[in-house]
């Protein structure tokens, strides 16, 4: 099945007015290596979505990136990715928040390509080997002085996402967005250190909305 017919049949609705859809998540679709000509081709058609997740397909290249300056939010989380972001800093110019956890990113070099993305603000990168560098944030705030967070800490090393939840907390409300990312944090918590990357990256699927 391609993945054109994939998609149509999760959202089980008329795509043919493409530009009418916002978020598009892809989570757990199918097992995608790596997108194909056509695949690129039939996404390109949704250039008016704000927000992209194709987490856990098992995406090991990011060949045939489709081209959407639309979209602000990508959600790469759960792959098998270790290089290639040049691909997305052509296609995706405008992305303000890049979530790349559990993926296989190792080197810091890896990431001067995200100079180029004058709006990237936010980047997790939980679960990949880089994070077992003592210092990596802090290389990468070096790197990237437009960042204001890196696995929700900012440049101060305050958790921003608990600052958040406090500051929330005695209204009693919360966005969506921070509502999820409180979910995966404490899903991430209770999870077996010891394991591997790779073990990891197995989990169930979590949907991006």
Not at 137 to 144: I, T, Y
Request: proline share 4%; aromatic share 6%; with cysteine.
């Amino acid at each position: 099945m391609s993945l054109q017919e994939l998609i149509k049949n999760r959202y089980s609705e008329d795509l043919t007015e493409s530009n009418d859809i916002e978020e598009l998540d892809l989570t757990g679709i199918a097992t995608l290596p790596q997108l194909l000509p056509l695949d690129k081709e039939y996404m390109e058609g949704f250039e008016g979505i704000s927000s992209l997740c194709m987490s856990h397909v098992g995406l090991n290249s990011l060949d045939n990136w489709p081209k959407l300056n639309s979209v602000y939010l990508l959600n790469l989380n759960r792959n098998k990715l270790r290089s290639g972001l040049w691909t997305i800093v052509k296609n995706m110019p405008h992305i303000a928040e890049l979530e790349l956890e559990y993926n296989q990113f190792a080197s810091i070099d890896e990431f001067k390509e995200l100079k180029e993305l004058p709006n990237l603000v936010f980047l997790t990168l939980q679960g990949n080997p880089i994070t077992t560098r003592p210092n990596y944030r802090e290389e990468l705030f070096n790197l990237l002085p437009n960042l204001k967070t890196i696995d929700n800490y900012d440049r101060e090393g305050r958790d921003s996402l608990q600052e958040l939840i406090e500051k929330e907390g005695d209204e009693g409300e919360m966005d969506e967005r921070m509502t999820k990312l409180v979910d995966e944090v404490s899903s991430e918590d209770g999870r077996d250190e010891t394991r591997t990357f790779d073990e990891i990256a197995l989990d169930e699927p979590v949907s991006c909305s």
